[in-house]
């Protein structure tokens, strides 16, 4: 049986001599920044690469493990592919820059500072304007269990109703988002598109923002069949959630995405 008490994952081998991801432990904010800002960067690259890019749109944040009440984002009008580490901005929760050169995101900053600002435990956070993801919020409905991909958002994500379909500037729109987070890890905002949050790592809150977008598309083809599809019961999707939707779960899954990124994309470090 899985020793929850020494491990937190099934999929963590038995053996202690096999090649496993490992979190890294840090003892000081200089490389434990590094190892953030590096793995902002490559998750900018990573929505590149699945085509969640639209223009300007979009924001990835992650707090900075030293200024607490900063976050590094990547730059306004810059490419998700383009990212790096030479062009990333630290900013506060006042919508100041205050490290880069780039300019902010004013929706990023309204979204983003007001969750990190409510919710000190908050690490990270996803957002982007993606076909499936914005499609899928416009039925201002909660996925279904529908699949063991899905269960892992089962009891774990909300609807947003307030301002929906309102372009997010406006102070009161990211205080409603910011409320909505409260012991979630994901939200569909309405008429708008998707959004996650980790109290883990930039690394989780990406690839559940991925993982949430690939439901929204099994959702809705399943929707278009016109065939009723058989739901995961609530006790099976519990257990799905929480061997294979947790926060570590989410990162080790963006290990494979990391370490194929720093052999293909080198550029990401400069």
Not at 40 to 67: I, K, M, Q, W
Not at 167 to 193: D, P, T, Y
Not at 224 to 237: C, F, L, M, V
Request: proline share 3%.
């Amino acid at each position: 049986m899985f020793d929850t008490t020494t491990r937190e994952s099934i999929y963590q081998p038995e053996q202690g001599d096999l090649i496993f991801p490992e979190r890294p432990d840090f003892d000081n904010h200089m490389d434990e920044r590094n190892y953030r800002k590096c793995h902002l960067v490559a998750a900018c690259r990573a929505f590149a690469l699945n085509s969640l890019d639209y223009g300007f749109a979009g924001h990835l944040t992650v707090r900075d493990p030293e200024y607490f009440d900063t976050y590094w984002t990547n730059p306004m009008a810059v490419h998700f592919s383009e990212v790096k580490l030479s062009n990333l901005i630290r900013v506060n929760h006042d919508g100041m820059v205050i490290e880069g050169n780039y300019a902010l995101n004013r929706a990023g900053f309204v979204l983003h500072a007001a969750v990190h600002a409510m919710h000190s435990d908050i690490v990270a956070m996803c957002h982007a304007h993606t076909i499936y993801g914005t499609a899928f919020a416009a039925l201002g409905r909660e996925l279904s269990p529908i699949t063991q991909d899905a269960a892992c958002f089962f009891e774990d994500h909300v609807v947003i109703r307030e301002e929906a379909g309102q372009v997010a500037v406006e102070e009161k729109a990211g205080l409603n988002v910011a409320k909505a987070f409260s012991g979630v890890k994901a939200a569909i905002h309405q008429n708008h598109g998707l959004l996650t949050g980790s109290r883990h790592s930039i690394d989780a809150a990406a690839f559940w923002f991925i993982g949430l977008e690939r439901c929204c598309q099994q959702q809705l083809l399943i929707d278009a069949s016109g065939h009723q599809p058989i739901e995961i019961t609530p006790d099976k999707a519990r257990y799905s959630r929480t061997h294979v939707g947790s926060e570590y779960i989410g990162w080790l899954h963006f290990q494979a995405v990391y370490d194929n990124l720093t052999r293909t994309q080198p550029d990401m470090f400069d």
